[in-house]
């Protein structure tokens, strides 16, 4: 065994044992997927996961089975999605295979039939020819024309099966993209979605002058409803947001959740004002939701959420967006929660009366 296999070896035993410990110490159960989740968190293979785990585990203290799916699906069975276009690849590239040959076939008998067209026409006018001749030139083009006619059908019919399994996998590939960009949990865009429309849109204010505005918003005392009610009621917390959230934004706009319970707007239409309207009509809307238990009836209280604000500004980038829309949301934190805060002087942060 030579020193390089056996220092491989052994750093993935030394990986393998941290992840059990972590796993034991964030209350995580011994499954495959927990151990996939901390052992690619431990090899650092994985910087947005490595970055989700420390953010749920600083606000939760644990890291129990339906965070570990929500993070194997997001960030390690990719895999899959990936598996899926190979598939739809391989199977596309296959039926364009057969449609060559087939258009071979048809060409191999459109050129034969090309070669017996201009033999009819050279024997037609020959002095030789004579009735006998003339009725066999014309069986043989009577049967060269079926031949044409029939492959022609086997092509159309065969072109028509391609076009509908290219269809097919066209749309196959197309739900795999949309399961790529889509938050499991909410049903809402993910972070990957996120990053990627606020790169463009970013991109797009730049060259274009267009107005672009970025809402932030974060559940206040999340980290409550998990602790007091259970993580299944968190979700439901979480579910709440995105259903509001779809009901609130204009469907130019795109919603996201790109952290634990962090969500994000992205606004490429209208004056900052308009943003802050968006804004101020999620949070009212969310504040008006009483969360109930389903097995009793109880009042499990209100949700409200802390919003940030920003506009598109010309030095921006997608990151310096975000980060001014992140301390805006901060700031309503620390102003007492359940407001908007928006990153210009004009504005003023609304507050819950």
Same mark, same amino acid.
């Given at each position: +065994?030579s020193?390089?296999?056996?220092a491989?070896?052994?750093r993935?035993?030394?990986?393998?044992?941290?992840a059990?410990?972590l796993?034991?110490?964030y209350?995580?159960? /011994?499954?495959?997927?927990?151990?996939?989740?901390?052992?690619?968190y431990v090899?650092?293979?994985q910087?947005?996961?490595n970055?989700?785990v420390k953010r749920l585990?600083a606000?939760?203290?644990?890291?129990?089975d339906d965070?570990?799916?929500?993070?194997?699906?997001?960030?390690?069975?990719?895999?899959?999605?990936?598996?899926?276009?190979?598939r739809?690849?391989?199977?596309m590239?296959?039926?364009m295979?057969?449609?060559?040959?087939?258009? @071979?076939?048809a060409l191999?008998?459109?050129?034969?039939?090309?070669?017996s067209?201009?033999a009819f026409?050279q024997?037609?006018?020959?002095?030789?020819?004579?009735?006998?001749?003339?009725?066999?030139?014309?069986?043989?083009?009577?049967? #060269?024309?079926?031949?044409?006619?029939?492959n022609?059908?086997?092509?159309? #019919?065969?072109?028509r099966?391609?076009?509908?399994?290219i269809?097919?996998?066209?749309?196959t590939?197309e739900?795999?993209?949309?399961?790529?960009?889509?938050?499991p949990?909410?049903?809402?865009?993910?972070?990957?979605?996120?990053?990627?429309v606020?790169?463009?849109?970013?991109?797009?204010?730049a060259a274009?002058?267009?107005?672009?505005?970025?809402?932030?918003?974060?559940i @206040?005392?999340?980290?409550r409803?998990n @602790?007091?009610?259970?993580h299944?009621?968190?979700d439901r &917390?979480?579910?709440? &947001?995105?259903? !509001?959230?779809r009901? +609130?934004?204009d469907?130019r706009a795109?919603?996201?959740?790109?952290?634990?319970?962090?969500?994000?707007?992205?606004?490429?239409?209208?004056?900052?004002?308009?943003?802050?309207s968006?804004?101020?009509?999620?949070? !009212?809307s969310? +504040?008006?939701?009483?969360?109930?238990?389903?097995?009793s009836?109880?009042?499990?209280?209100?949700? !409200?959420?802390?919003?940030?604000v920003?506009?598109?500004?010309?030095?921006?980038? /997608?990151?310096?967006?975000?980060?001014?829309?992140?301390?805006?949301?901060? /700031? /309503?934190?620390?102003?007492?929660?359940?407001?908007?805060v928006v990153? @210009?002087a004009?504005?003023?942060?609304?507050q819950?009366?």
């Amino acid at each position: +065994m030579s020193d390089l296999f056996r220092a491989d070896t052994d750093r993935s035993f030394t990986v393998g044992q941290r992840a059990i410990e972590l796993m034991k110490a964030y209350g995580s159960s /011994a499954s495959p997927r927990s151990y996939a989740v901390w052992y690619t968190y431990v090899s650092g293979h994985q910087p947005l996961l490595n970055e989700a785990v420390k953010r749920l585990t600083a606000e939760h203290g644990v890291l129990r089975d339906d965070t570990i799916d929500v993070l194997y699906d997001t960030y390690i069975d990719s895999r899959r999605h990936f598996a899926e276009t190979e598939r739809a690849g391989t199977t596309m590239l296959s039926e364009m295979e057969q449609v060559l040959e087939m258009l @071979d076939v048809a060409l191999g008998s459109t050129a034969r039939y090309g070669a017996s067209l201009q033999a009819f026409s050279q024997d037609i006018v020959s002095p030789t020819a004579n009735r006998a001749r003339l009725r066999d030139l014309v069986t043989s083009l009577i049967v #060269a024309t079926r031949d044409v006619t029939a492959n022609n059908r086997t092509l159309e #019919a065969r072109m028509r099966e391609s076009r509908e399994e290219i269809q097919s996998l066209h749309e196959t590939l197309e739900a795999v993209r949309v399961e790529s960009l889509t938050d499991p949990l909410t049903g809402i865009g993910n972070r990957k979605l996120f990053e990627e429309v606020l790169r463009k849109a970013v991109e797009g204010a730049a060259a274009k002058a267009q107005p672009l505005s970025l809402i932030i918003l974060d559940i @206040d005392h999340f980290k409550r409803f998990n @602790d007091v009610y259970g993580h299944l009621t968190g979700d439901r &917390v979480l579910r709440l &947001v995105a259903l !509001t959230m779809r009901e +609130m934004v204009d469907s130019r706009a795109t919603i996201a959740r790109f952290g634990g319970e962090e969500f994000g707007v992205i606004v490429p239409y209208g004056a900052r004002s308009e943003a802050v309207s968006v804004a101020e009509r999620i949070r !009212t809307s969310v +504040m008006g939701r009483e969360l109930v238990k389903r097995s009793s009836g109880e009042s499990l209280g209100r949700v !409200t959420v802390s919003v940030g604000v920003a506009s598109y500004r010309g030095d921006d980038t /997608a990151v310096s967006l975000l980060e001014r829309a992140d301390q805006c949301m901060f /700031a /309503a934190k620390r102003a007492g929660r359940n407001r908007v805060v928006v990153d @210009d002087a004009e504005f003023e942060a609304t507050q819950v009366a």
